[in-house]
């Protein structure tokens, strides 16, 4: 009987870390891409000094309210395919069919809330000028900069 409750407990260990390493592996590249984007909160908070005008600032906030209301549902989707698959894995046996299906699950709508997020980064990204990119990326060496002295 202990063998058993083992390799359950053993089996539930391997799908969370499975799912975690599966989780981090896409944030890492993702950190590695945010020289290259601009988030709409960024470039609202410095649309003066960039010179964004009312079109591009109207078109951002548009872009951003749909994308997030699509943000939203999909939160709402995760939760569920949280609960579900923390339901699958509380079982006395695991059905490791039907855990790792919800966890694919689960790991598919995250796929989709990145490239949702993407999608609105490149959207907005595409909407600036080269000169407003230029001032935009100067003004992150700056908070960067000024970030790093704070921690010395």
Same mark, same amino acid.
């Given at each position: 009987?202990? !063998?058993?409750?083992?390799?359950? @407990?053993d089996?539930?260990?391997? +799908?969370?870390?499975? !799912?975690?390493?599966?989780?981090?592996?896409?944030?890492? =590249?993702?950190?590695?891409?945010?020289?290259?984007?601009?988030p709409?909160?960024? +470039?609202? *908070?410095? /649309? =003066?000094?960039? &010179?964004?005008?009312?079109?591009?600032?109207?078109?951002? @906030?548009?872009?951003?309210?749909?994308?997030?209301?699509?943000?939203?549902?999909?939160?709402?989707?995760? !939760?569920?395919?949280? +609960?579900?698959?923390?339901?699958?894995? !509380?079982?006395?046996?695991v059905? /490791?069919?039907?855990?790792?299906?919800?966890?694919?699950?689960?790991?598919?709508l995250?796929?989709?809330?990145?490239?949702? *997020?993407?999608?609105l980064?490149?959207?907005?990204? &595409? /909407?600036?000028?080269?000169?407003?990119?230029?001032?935009?990326?100067?003004?992150?060496?700056?908070?960067? &900069?000024? *970030? =790093?002295?704070? *921690? /010395?």
């Open positions: 009987m202990k !063998s058993i409750t083992k390799k359950l @407990k089996m539930k260990k391997t +799908v969370i870390i499975l !799912s975690m390493i599966l989780m981090a592996a896409p944030a890492f =590249s993702q950190d590695e891409m945010k020289e290259n984007i601009y709409p909160a960024l +470039v609202i *908070r410095y /649309k =003066s000094n960039i &010179n964004l005008t009312p079109e591009q600032e109207e078109f951002i @906030k548009q872009t951003y309210n749909e994308s997030q209301q699509k943000f939203n549902n999909l939160k709402w989707e995760i !939760s569920d395919a949280k +609960v579900s698959l923390n339901e699958a894995l !509380s079982a006395s046996k059905n /490791k069919n039907l855990a790792i299906g919800h966890l694919e699950d689960l790991l598919e995250e796929r989709k809330i990145k490239v949702l *997020r993407m999608d980064y490149i959207e907005v990204k &595409n /909407k600036l000028t080269k000169q407003q990119q230029q001032k935009l990326d100067e003004m992150r060496r700056k908070i960067k &900069n000024k *970030r =790093s002295r704070r *921690r /010395k």
